[in-house]
């Protein structure tokens, strides 16, 4: 299943910071913000608030996906913890391996089929490259 940007990332997080299905970890929202790009040196309240709505709207997305449940969300921190669905794609977003396989299964006919029109146009261009200057 393939996420969106946001989604994929505080998966990977909740996964990196619970360690096991089912066990409740207590979060701060920076290590969230931080998570999606978020830098406390241009910190303000816009921005503050920005970082802070995408986490609480990814997070509601994954509740509802049932890969993720949240309790005690207050200001500043919540308490979160995945569910064996949440879990099993958290795993494999944390790993580089698994993103790119997760990308190479959306793009691979893409890639196939530029790999074979590049092949072509070396066959044709292969005999004019290989002609010595001056050979009569």
Known sequence: MYLPKDE???LALYF???GKPDEQETLKDNDDMKALGWKESESN??????YINRVW????ILK??????????????????????G??????????QGWFVEWLKEYWLIITLSGGIIGFLIKLL????QR???AK
């Open 45 to 50: 309240e816009d921005y503050d608030r920005q």
């Open 132 to 134: 010595t200057p001056g």
């Open 8 to 10: 994929r990332k505080l």
């Open 64 to 85: 509802k996906r049932e890969f993720l449940n949240v309790s005690n969300r207050a200001i500043g921190e919540k308490t979160v913890s995945l569910t064996l669905k």
């Open 16 to 18: 990196h910071k619970t």
């Open 87 to 96: 879990y099993d794609l958290g795993r494999k977003y944390n790993s580089r």
């Open 57 to 60: 709207n990814a997070d509601d």
């Open 126 to 129: 292969l005999p004019y490259l």
